[in-house]
């Protein structure tokens, strides 16, 4: 580990990996710092030009950090490396650790998913607009967004997950491939290939559209979509979601229909306590015999 290499001297503070950690992954204190450190990594660079790079990223400077025992201490950084000191600003580092350390640790961090915090990872695609770096990377990290929302979900029972069917379902669709997206025309419904979460929480209103989806899913089912969001053994529980949709549609209805034949029923009958008077009937004249006067 870091904390036992060569270049820690001896000081009263011993530093853990654990306080190397909380440095590295606090970046260079500057605003999207940790951004552009992630993004060069995620280049897959020699380690050479990562640690240009992160001479050049973090300069001349330092900040006050704390750490994980209620201890504050202070980091300063230069063109030696990163140097540690956990009683305070100090001459005496507690620990120096050179640029090539830093960087292999970096790299470790972020290969090990821990260097971005979840705020930060759902940012990041945002940052990435802002530099206006290649529209397939901003489009991975939203996936990857969206994706973090239905984990988050999963485990849910089916009723706390319905606030997430629309996007797990537009999400579902978009990463079919090429064949599985023209079985939408087989139901009507080409239009869909590329529907939004917001879309898609508005169709669900559409009795039509809801069974075409189901119509849909019947012919996915037959072939597994690679990469797609959602496994095959979970489509069978998408479309339960929508069938319930559907049939919750159709008890709305059937509860509408007999509370309008009862209105029509009582309109019928006379008002309580009121006798229904019945014109009689007149009676037919017999005709009178020619001999009769």
């Keep these: ?12 503070f011993a530093v853990s990996q654990e306080d190397i950690d909380a440095v590295l992954v606090k970046g260079n204190s500057v605003a999207n710092g940790k951004y552009r450190i992630y993004h060069q990594f995620q280049k897959q660079g020699d380690s050479k030009g ?11 400077g330092g900040f006050f950090v704390d750490f994980s025992d209620g201890m504050e201490g202070y980091v300063w950084y230069s063109g030696k490396g990163i140097s540690i000191d956990r009683g305070g600003i100090s001459t005496e580092h507690d620990l120096v650790l050179s640029w090539s350390k830093a960087e292999k640790r970096l790299r470790e961090l972020i290969k090990d998913n821990r260097y971005l ?11 990435l607009e802002s530099v206006s770096a290649p529209q397939y990377e901003i489009d991975i990290q939203r996936k990857l967004k969206r994706q973090r929302l239905i ?50 929480e508005q169709l669900f209103s559409e009795p039509a559209t809801v069974q075409q989806l189901l119509e849909f899913l019947k012919l996915v089912q037959g072939k597994p979509a690679e990469g797609a969001t959602m496994t095959k053994t979970e489509k069978p529980s998408v479309r339960e979601e929508l069938r319930k949709i559907k049939e919750g549609r159709k008890e709305q209805e059937a509860d ?29 004249r017999r005709p009178k015999s020619k001999g009769a006067r």
């Design 1 to 12: 580990m870091i904390a036992e290499a060569e270049d820690e001297k001896s000081s009263a």
């Design 50 to 60: 990562n640690i240009e790079f992160l001479k050049k990223e973090y300069g001349t």
């Design 117 to 127: 915090n979840t705020k930060e990872k759902d940012h990041y695609a945002d940052y």
């Design 151 to 200: 984990e988050e979900k999963r485990e849910l029972p089916p009723a706390d997950k319905r606030d997430t069917l629309a996007l797990r379902f537009s999400d579902f669709i978009r990463d079919l491939d090429g064949y599985e997206k023209s079985l939408l025309e087989n139901v009507g419904r080409g239009d869909l290939a590329d529907v939004t979460e917001g879309k898609m």
């Design 256 to 284: 509408v229909s007999p509370a309008k034949e009862k209105s029509s029923d009582s309109a019928k009958k006379p008002p309580a306590g009121k006798t229904e008077h019945k014109q009689p009937q007149k009676r037919k």
